[in-house]
């Protein structure tokens, strides 16, 4: 059974990190364009941050640059998100997804298929 399960949610005080998990089961996370989204309460789901396939280049969108860092762990089929000097407006429910490319491409919900349960984070002080 193909399934995405994110973890590393909680409270954190403004400036402070968070490492988020991806951890998949039922596909090779290698194979695929993996991606991180959010979404706030009365806003739309927005990208966060995508890594390729493979070789396993980068993109980050918004205000993520300079703050977040997606990787992979093959061995353990996972994909992270390090978030780094985190304020107030990164508070959202934060996503993963699997991406229907091994390139990421701009960051459409739709061509993402399958998609996590998402993790809740709280950036306040």
């Known amino acids: 059974q193909l399934q995405l399960v994110e973890s590393g949610g909680g409270l954190v005080q403004p400036g402070g990190s968070l490492r988020l998990s991806c951890v998949a089961s039922?596909?090779?996370?290698?194979?695929?364009?993996i991606g991180w989204f959010r979404q706030a309460i009365g806003k739309e789901r927005e990208g966060v941050a995508c890594?390729?396939?493979?070789?396993?280049?980068?993109d980050y969108y918004g205000s993520a640059k300079g703050r977040f860092t997606i990787s992979r762990d093959n061995a353990k089929n996972t994909v992270y998100l390090q978030m780094n000097s985190l304020k107030p407006e990164d508070t959202a429910v934060y996503y993963c997804?699997?991406?229907?490319?091994?390139?990421?491409?701009?960051?459409?919900?739709?061509?993402?298929?399958?998609w996590g349960q998402g993790t809740q984070v709280t950036v306040s002080s």
């Open positions: 039922g596909f090779t996370v290698d194979y695929y364009a």
């Open positions: 890594i390729s396939s493979r070789g396993g280049s980068t």
């Open positions: 997804a699997r991406q229907m490319f091994q390139l990421c491409m701009p960051p459409r919900p739709e061509s993402y298929d399958y």
